[in-house]
């Protein structure tokens, strides 16, 4: 089997419950910001996104906080389910010489317990 | 659901072999990217493009190249492929955004490379 996540942080979670994962970016010019979910052996996939002029926006069960403070993003995940399972980044994205770059952050692993 | 496709899935090759892996997508994007991704870690850039014959060298250096010859296509090939280089690979594209500022992206399933 594939040996993943020993570097990730790991947020572990009982079905039906809450679950909030936290990231924290590090340029204070990112304009926009982006939560993706990978699953295992498949690519990152969109879940929301949200623009520094806005503090809070919502999902389908999601809802993405935005701190510009702090730098801080979180994403919350109501009444978790088995098939949330994966570990999810959060991305943001600033403009940077002429080009706009997506810088992804380090990941954090969820486990839904059934 | 993103209409972008990565081939192959998985390879496993012996040192010294040139390999190309291939992107395609079917929306038109004019954006393109490979990231490079070992297991449990981030994503990192290592090349993009922003359209026909255009190609920049990403955050992570690399010793692939990449072509951008038609705007669905986006090949990465590594000459002479070393255990180095063992890693999982992902492209994705994303359209113009203009001044809007989004760049979402979206991504193939990856090619899990291995290199012996």
């Keep these: 089997g594939e040996s993943v996540g020993l570097h990730l942080p790991t947020l572990s979670v009982q079905e039906g419950d809450n679950s909030i994962i936290n990231c924290a970016y590090s340029n204070s010019a990112s304009d926009y910001f982006i939560w993706y979910k990978q699953e295992s052996g498949k690519g990152p996939q969109f879940i929301i996104d949200i623009r520094s002029n806005m503090d809070k926006r919502q999902g389908q069960r999601v809802t993405v906080l935005l701190n510009k403070t702090v730098k801080h993003l979180s994403l919350q995940i109501a009444a978790t389910q088995p098939g949330d399972s994966a570990v999810y980044f959060c991305a943001e994205n600033y403009q940077d010489t002429g080009r706009r770059a997506l810088t992804f952050g380090s990941g954090t692993r969820l486990q839904v317990q059934p | ?116």
């Excluded at chain 2, 990565?6 to 395609?24: A, D, N």
């Excluded at chain 2, 990231?35 to 010793?63: A, C, F, R, W």
């Design chain 2, 1 to 116: 659901e993103a209409d972008i496709y990565q081939t192959p899935r998985y390879l496993v090759i012996g040192t010294g072999k040139k390999i190309t892996l291939e992107c395609s997508q079917t929306m038109g994007h004019d954006k393109m990217y490979w990231y490079q991704q070992d297991p449990g870690m981030e994503l990192h850039l290592i090349h993009y493009s922003y359209g026909v014959n255009s190609t920049e060298k990403g955050d992570l250096s690399s010793e692939s190249t990449v072509s951008r010859i038609r705007t669905e296509h986006f090949p990465l090939t590594l000459e002479s492929a070393r255990p180095s280089h063992t890693s999982q690979y992902l492209c994705a594209s994303s359209p113009l955004t203009g001044t809007s500022g989004r760049n979402e992206q979206f991504f193939g399933p990856g090619t899990r490379l291995t290199v012996l």
